[in-house]
């Protein structure tokens, strides 16, 4: 199923830090002159400039998502792998034996889908050892370079035991102001999956986590702002105000949301473990994609009719699967 490409969400999104901010580069350079601990850099519209790599928002995007699955749901695999409709999220310093297993077993037509269907709800999102990730978050650059605000602080690593100073003192560089621009792209999703994103960027705006160094301390807070969401079924066509899906005779009036599962036949979608009946209506229309071929729905701007829009469909999505597990 995953060789096709049969949905696609893509949110622009704005980051706007509250405070100080630093992701540090990693390493320490020759010149005295810099702080112990630098903003990562790159080349970015001719000139060296400070981003937010997309491998960093990723990993806090990812490590709030799975806090999220573990709290309603589970944080293990089920004792019977094979229960339906059970929410977990993996430890990802764990092995685990039963995707090992999966892994190393041969002449299986059907490993691919049982690797999928029997990872966590969060892996099926990410990625693990055995599939691939569907999420793919670019790196954040900032819009104006020239607005940017960035300073040095002092610091000092207190010792546990004895409350004196174990290492310092050390100076940091931090970005106070600006903003910084990336994507996100979502392939072959279902909603309750647009649903979740949808409510760790909300939880990012609140300041429930933070991004980069020294979180704990008041780094990394950060400003969410939603400036489009578009959703692409590339499969289809518009007609009559119906969106139909191409080589088969499956329709939808132009005014639906779809997760992947209803592009599927029914043995495909049982064995992947995706809902059949993942349908939201919204007030948004779909139109055709450039060269009339494919159909996207979209949602502009930051407010109750922009992508907020898009979340709460996807996210009343979310609550089914949480019902589900409570029955």
Same mark, same amino acid.
């Given at each position: 199923?995953? /060789? ?11 980051l706007l830090p509250c405070g100080p901010i630093l992701i540090k580069s990693g390493k320490e350079g020759a010149d005295p002159t810099k702080p112990d601990m630098e903003f990562v850099e790159t080349y970015h519209q001719g000139g060296r400039s ?190 009559? /105000? ?77 609550? /089914? ?7």
């Amino acid at each position: 199923m995953h /060789k096709r490409f049969v949905n696609n969400c893509t949110i622009d999104l704005t980051l706007l830090p509250c405070g100080p901010i630093l992701i540090k580069s990693g390493k320490e350079g020759a010149d005295p002159t810099k702080p112990d601990m630098e903003f990562v850099e790159t080349y970015h519209q001719g000139g060296r400039s400070i981003y937010l790599p997309g491998s960093s928002l990723k990993g806090a995007i990812r490590a709030h998502a799975e806090r999220i699955v573990r709290t309603v749901g589970r944080d293990s695999r089920p004792d019977n792998s094979n229960k339906p409709n059970v929410l977990w999220a993996s430890d990802p310093l764990k092995k685990d034996e039963e995707l090992e297993k999966l892994s190393n077993s041969k002449n299986d037509p059907k490993k691919s889908k049982k690797i999928y269907s029997q990872s966590s709800f969060t892996d099926q999102m990410f990625g693990n050892v055995a599939i691939a990730s569907r999420v793919r978050i670019e790196d954040a650059y900032p819009i104006d370079s020239k607005q940017l605000k960035i300073e040095e602080r002092n610091g000092v690593a207190i010792d546990r035991v004895f409350g004196s100073v174990a290492v310092g003192p050390f100076n940091y560089q931090v970005c106070t102001a600006g903003e910084f621009r990336t994507k996100i792209h979502l392939k072959n999703f279902s909603l309750a999956q647009l649903g979740l994103i949808g409510l760790v960027l909300r939880d990012l705006d609140d300041g429930w986590f933070g991004l980069g160094f020294a979180k704990s301390r008041g780094l990394g807070m950060v400003k969410v702002k939603l400036n489009s969401a578009v959703v692409q079924y590339p499969g289809c066509i518009l007609e009559n /105000k119906q969106i139909r899906s191409l080589g088969s005779k499956q329709e939808w009036p132009h005014n639906r949301l779809l997760g992947a599962g209803v592009f599927l036949e029914k043995q495909e979608r049982e064995d992947y473990g995706f809902p059949d009946n993942d349908i939201q209506e919204t007030p948004i229309r779909a139109e055709s994609m450039p060269l009339n071929f494919g159909v996207q729905l979209q949602w502009q701007g930051n407010d109750e009719t922009g992508v907020p829009n898009l979340f709460q469909y996807a996210v009343s999505s979310w609550r /089914k699967v949480l019902e589900g597990v409570a029955k």
